[in-house]
């Protein structure tokens, strides 16, 4: 848990959106994949906004719908503080006036638990039924009006894909009011609110919620697993009054979704799946689309541009000049960088990513990876962020807040940084592969950065302190996503991460331009010399290369083209550059999410890795030859 | 027995899942102590899958090697009121 969670400034938590007098904040809740966001774009139209929970990561999407704003929450299983998902969920939820909670009918055993703790919070609520016909479709029949009775709230069936009982919702929504809560619960709640100011942080208090607690003054109260297991069985019980289950053998859905997690089935069909994925970003992304957007448009247009006008209103040399739009000029290098090159290279995963997300194979990508991730300190999940590092290391350095805890996020960040080509540098590695060694070089090249990957990931298991979290999810069914809410979560993610991280990128170009202008950059390359020539046995204008591989991956291996270098020499120079420093501008994200002395250890750790492991190939490769 | 030991496809019911959190989120998925589960199965090279009416999850070895419990045969789950009850 973060430290964050305890630092609340105010009793409640900081407020995610300013909310108008007399307005009423309707909060939409509910499991993750159950719709949540169709209900969301539905409700509120056009004019959303979305940003950071203050002091989280996690996005907030607000919208007008009326009166009254409509907040989105991030899909939880349950309401407490056991990830960041969960922490803003639950401060927007406390401080709702009304609930929607969005269900899947297929999986009620599950968000019914979600639904009951709602209720025990005896906030005004209607539910969706959503998924009504997939329930239909699989010989589950739900009695809604039953479940309306037994809940004690309004119970609307729903198909939000097809935005069917979306009207439905929004008339119920005057009906709403609290459910039919455990006696025996509220009691408990009612003793409590002389101390806790609302009911749904007082059942937070019970259900043990250190952070609630705090907030108040108050001891936790460890009722958790009487509470739970309570729930639990109404849920079961309601369940079991209100569905009506057809017998019949596992549909074909379910069979598929079993046959991807074993590895005779699974390990091809994620060979292809990562092999399309491959093609889309790797080739037509990051090599034809990037080729006009960056090298066309930006370099070829927009930067002649900006020198031409920079240049008229300082003049065009003397340091200022360089600094804003010289070779690592903060409106050229860092505007052509983000725009010619992260934007459709971030569009293009996200874009993907959703889809793998929204299809339900995500997860199981997951679970056949969790085997091969637990010998390297980690868990199936992290294969997430894995994939993503082959874009870019900076977005996928962020997305490392979904994995259990911070050792976690040690190792994965270090392995990233170390060991995983991103996109930008990928690109002119398999170029360069290809012109100079062929096939036996490329499986050579592959295999040593397996190895050291496997390497570098069982040795931070064993030295990294604390404690690896296990695996435990939930498999979704397989559904063909939605194009919209695809793209809706693309352009989302894309926006957010433009948000957080362009000032890094500006900023690293800043400090090169430092560098370069105030003569260190060149210094540097001269005290490299040695290193490259005498160690790596590489000629030494490979040193620049290497300088330039702090500013850009891509720009370090770029450098390597024109040295003439081939056979062995190729692979040591990739090996090396691979493993040297990450760029600018995830060292500043790595400082930001890891800490100082985390982002100094990659950093320093990299450059001594790079070289050790590079001189030993040359070495090796000299011995053979 | 463990999680980690059941055979393939058995029914079983979950005894005791020992750590806090992995506890509280099993019983949210709806696999509680005393809970029977329909289907188990010890994935090849990876987690553990248990499938309980539509719901499915995956429990890493690890921890499928902390969780104890019995098998179940006759048992008929169908989110009957009693079920949740037995610990």
């Known amino acids: ?625 | 027995m463990t999680l980690l030991e059941a055979r393939k496809g058995s029914r079983i019911r979950i005894l005791q899942i020992p750590d806090d959190r992995a506890r509280a989120q099993c019983i949210r998925f709806g696999i509680g102590e005393g809970t029977v589960v329909d289907w188990t199965e010890p994935l090849t090279v990876g987690p553990v899958l248990v499938r309980q009416a539509n719901q499915e999850i995956c429990l890493g070895r690890s921890l499928a090697a902390r969780i104890l419990v019995e098998e179940a045969p006759g048992e008929r789950h169908d989110a009957s009121p009693s079920h949740g009850a037995r610990a």
């Not at chain 1, 209103?313 to 409106?331: M, N, Q």
């Not at chain 1, 036996?440 to 090249?445: E, F, P």
């Not at chain 1, 210094?523 to 020539?533: F, G, H, M, S, Y």
């Open chain 1, 1 to 625: 848990m973060s430290a964050r969670n305890a630092t609340a400034p105010s009793c409640h938590g900081p407020a995610a959106v300013a909310v108008p007098a007399g307005a009423k904040k309707i909060v939409l809740v509910g499991n993750p994949n159950v719709g949540k966001s169709l209900f969301f774009n539905a409700f509120t139209g056009l004019y959303v906004d979305v940003s950071n929970y203050p002091g989280t990561t996690v996005a907030v999407s607000s919208g007008r719908m009326g009166d009254d704003v409509v907040l989105d929450t991030p899909g939880i299983y349950g309401v407490s503080s056991f990830n960041d998902e969960e922490t803003v969920a639950r401060d927007i939820v406390i401080e709702a006036d009304l609930v929607v909670n969005v269900v899947d009918a297929v999986h009620l055993e599950r968000d019914l638990f979600l639904t009951y703790q709602l209720v025990d919070m005896g906030l005004p609520m209607v539910v969706a039924l959503n998924m009504f016909d997939e329930a239909e479709a699989r010989g589950l029949r739900v009695d809604h009006q039953e479940l309306s009775r037994l809940l004690g709230v309004p119970v609307v069936p729903t198909v939000a894909v097809s935005k069917t009982g979306f009207d439905e919702v929004r008339r119920a929504l005057p009906d709403a009011r609290s459910g039919a809560s455990d006696p025996v619960l509220q009691d408990l709640i009612v003793g409590l609110l002389d101390r806790v100011d609302s009911r749904p942080e007082a059942l937070l208090v019970l259900e043990g919620d250190p952070f609630v607690a705090a907030r108040h003054g108050v001891e936790p109260l460890g009722m958790r697993d009487e509470i739970y297991l309570a729930r639990r069985r109404r849920v079961n019980d309601l369940v079991a009054r209100v569905v009506e289950r057809r017998e019949g053998g596992l549909d074909l859905r379910t069979r598929l979704g079993h046959a991807l997690l074993r590895p005779l089935i699974g390990v091809p069909v994620l060979a292809v799946v990562l092999f399309v994925m491959y093609e889309i970003i790797g080739v037509l992304v990051a090599q034809v689309i990037v080729g006009f957007t960056e090298g066309t448009i930006m370099q070829g247009h927009v930067e002649p541009l900006i020198r031409e006008v920079v240049g008229a209103v300082v003049g065009s040399s003397g340091p200022l000049y360089e600094l804003i739009a010289g070779e690592f000029g903060v409106l050229t290098l860092s505007l052509t960088y983000i725009v010619g090159l992260l934007l459709p290279l971030v569009v293009a995963f996200y874009l993907l990513m959703s889809v793998l997300e929204d299809s339900g194979y995500l997860p199981r990508i997951a679970a056949l990876a969790d085997r091969v991730m637990t010998a390297v300190g980690l868990n199936g999940r992290a294969v997430i962020p894995m994939i993503l590092g082959f874009g870019c290391i900076t977005m996928a350095t962020i997305t490392t807040r979904i994995l259990g805890n911070e050792r976690e996020r040690k190792i994965a960040t270090a392995l990233m940084a170390f060991a995983i080509p991103c996109s930008a540098q990928l690109g002119v590695i398999t170029g360069l592969l290809a012109a100079t060694g062929g096939f036996t070089l490329t499986i050579a090249y592959v295999v040593i950065m397996v190895v050291i990957f496997g390497l570098l990931g069982v040795a931070m298991a064993r030295y990294v302190p604390g404690e690896s979290t296990d695996l435990l999810i939930d498999l979704p069914p397989l559904r063909v996503p939605q194009p919209k809410n695809v793209a809706t979560k693309t352009y989302r993610k894309t926006i957010m991460f433009l948000r957080e991280v362009s000032l890094y990128f500006v900023a690293g170009s800043l400090l090169l331009g430092v560098l370069q202008v105030t003569g260190a950059l060149t210094a540097a390359q001269q005290w490299l010399a040695p290193l490259t020539v005498g160690w790596l046995r590489l000629p030494k204008e490979a040193a620049t290369a290497f300088i330039m591989g702090f500013v850009r991956r891509d720009f370090g291996a770029a450098g390597l083209y024109g040295l003439g270098l081939s056979g062995a020499d190729v692979l040591v120079a990739l090996v090396t550059i691979t493993l040297f420093v990450p760029c600018i501008a995830s060292v500043l994200v790595i400082t930001k999410e890891r800490g100082r002395s985390f982002a100094a250890f990659t950093w320093v750790g990299s450059i001594v890795l790079a070289f050790l492991i590079g001189g030993i190939l040359a070495h090796v490769a000299g011995w053979l030859a």
